[in-house]
């Protein structure tokens, strides 16, 4: 991309948006495309469901280890150039897994894939430091939009994918939505001139890692292996001692991967425990309302619709996330991102206590699943919001990146609690889940909603945009000449990193 072209490419934020709201779609889409395609991919390869549930893990584990590295590494290296880098990750992972058809390459693409984690932090970076002032709150709202719809919709359009295209077919969208939007990012999305001066903090790196894969690790097997089993304890336990390890490494780097002094602040711990309390409760509810609606009739409770039936009640709540989320990002603009916060996490509870209560009708999870969509998408816009009000702007791509992972992680504990719920109740049904599980495994979400409202009070009253979320206009200008300028005369040097303005 040319100086000049960046320079222009300033003055049309709305296609900026377009283009990484495509990169985040793509992304989020695959974290549930995957699910209902798990029974198919285990008839295939004629194997056990606890393997064929590693290509979640793997996902999962990956994407929570890459994403605060490469958000970092955005924040020293540029935004534009990682965010690419991350979709050409994303989209590798996905042609790997396409020529699968055999359980270790399918793990293999999921890993890879699951390490373009970061392309929803880098994306809410860049609209920061190049968006005009009013649209930020906004176009972030957008992106963080994506993470829900891009949930719900995955859900509904793999099942028609998988029984009418075969199971490559979902990892081939994967490969054309992620060139597509590399290739737009390429041409389009400018690269930003904020940079933060910093060394690659490998130690710090390494311990997260391993505390992550330990923590992830028993997280996603203990179901499977048993909560009390020996494997479990010992992986939580190792978790403990390495995160212990890492905070004390971490606070004695000079240059660390996650500045925890700031992430103690309170503007900081109280949103990423509303990121985890939120995520715990999200997730239960992809795993909950399809496999309700899929039971059998005979059980009371079921209505027996097929996968692709199942996926489409789900499709009102991705309808209202399409919705809520800038609206969220107006309110922020308008009144701070507290208010929205909280608005949401009410929302979520009302929805989840309400399909503990009503569900014997399809109309109950309808409505249920669009006040849930309401919910969430408000939560998610004014978490990122917060982040981005509560941090310097040279620290915006690791400090989303962490809370993307918080709520990844509450996430994975909260769709496990829920399945843990419903194999007990099936053990006293003959089988299949009891409709008593449903309803606990519901309740634990509208419990998990009340401790996200909880945390949301606690968020520091911080006014409308009252942090600078953009570099100042005088700076702006001034690289943009000097840009056009080395253009113009072909200059093969890099332009010195210009300072957010703080």
Known sequence: MTALAGAEDRAAPNRTLFILALGALAYTLAQTMIVPALPA??????????????????????????????GRLGDMYGKERLLLFALLLFGAGNLVAAFGHSLGVYIAGRAIQGMGGAILPLAIG????????????????T????FGIGGGVGLVISGVLVDNLGIDSIFWLGVVASLAAAIATWRYVPESPVRVQARIDY???????????????????????GWTSTRILGLFAAAIVFAVIWAWFELRTVDPLVDLRLMRERAMWTVNLSAFAIGFAMFGSY?????????????????????????????????LMLFSGPLSGRISTKHGSRRPLMFG??????????LAALHAQPWEILVGSAILGLGIGLSFAAMANLVVDAVPQEM???????????????????????????????ATSGGLPGESGYTGAFLMSGFGAIIALGAATAVPRIGPRSIETTVDADTLAA????????????ASETLPPVEASK
Not at 42 to 51: D, I, M
Not at 209 to 225: I, K, M
Not at 479 to 490: H, I, L, T
């Open 203 to 225: 130690g710090g790196a390494a311990l997260l890692t391993v505390t992550l894969l330990a923590l992830l690790l028993a997280v996603s097997e203990g179901n499977s292996w």
């Open 479 to 490: 690289f943009d000449e000097a840009a056009v300028f080395a253009g113009a005369y072909g």
């Open 126 to 141: 860049i609209i920061r430091d190049e968006f005009p002032r009013e649209k930020v709150a906004t176009g972030i709202g």
């Open 345 to 354: 996490t009410v929302a979520a509870g009302i929805a989840y206590f309400s």
């Open 41 to 70: 991919i285990q008839r295939e390869l004629h194997t056990s469901a606890a393997n064929v549930t590693w290509l979640l893990t793997a996902f999962l584990v990956s994407a929570s280890i890459a994403t605060p590295i490469i």
């Open 287 to 319: 795993i909950l309302i399809p496999q309700l609606v899929q039971a059998p009739t005979s059980t009371g409770y079921g209505f027996g619709a097929s996968v692709m039936v199942s996926g489409l009640y789900l499709l009102p709540s991705a309808l």
């Open 396 to 426: 915006t791509g690791v400090a989303s990146g962490v809370n993307t992972i918080v709520r990844s992680i509450g996430g994975a504990i909260g769709g496990q609690v829920a399945a843990a719920i419903l194999t007990a109740s099936a």
């Open 143 to 146: 992106i963080s939009a994506m």
